[in-house]
């Protein structure tokens, strides 16, 4: 989350398990995790017990004309740091730009917006 937080300008907060007296996993493990104070809301737990192996495929988060053109460049090339492209942002032929991007930890991006 604090990556996330980093790429989108805004807070993190995050509670473990043992914040919320839980014991249905490891302690430091995180049960609430969400930004705060920016563009881009998102919300995260740590997988645990059960709940592994976690796969994310066939999933993807999209931002579309969430922040103004500049901005989600910004975010698609931070979110490729460490990550890959899967498809270059780039203008399509009906005139909208879009792009998409697995970032270092397995989340599939797409980010996209109109003409600039």
């Known amino acids: 989350m604090t990556f996330y937080a980093d790429v989108f300008g805004c807070a993190v907060q ?12 490891p302690k430091d493990a995180i ?14 737990a740590d997988a645990s017990g059960d709940e592994l192996p976690f796969r994310t495929e066939g999933l993807m988060f999209s ?10 460049r910004t975010w698609f090339a931070r ?19 879009d ?5 270092p930890y397995g989340l599939h991006w797409l980010i996209g917006f109109e003409a600039d």
């Not at 931002?63 to 989600?72: E, H, I, N, Q």
């Open 31 to 44: 049960a609430h995790g969400y930004l705060t104070d920016g563009p881009v809301s998102l919300f995260a």
């Open 63 to 72: 931002l579309l004309g969430t922040a103004s053109p500049s901005v989600l």
């Open 79 to 97: 979110l490729a740091e460490g990550g890959q492209v899967v498809s270059d942002l780039q203008t399509r032929p009906w005139g909208a730009s």
């Open 99 to 103: 792009g998409q991007v697995i970032d």
């Open 14 to 25: 995050l509670h473990t398990l043992a914040d919320f007296n839980r014991t249905d996993g």
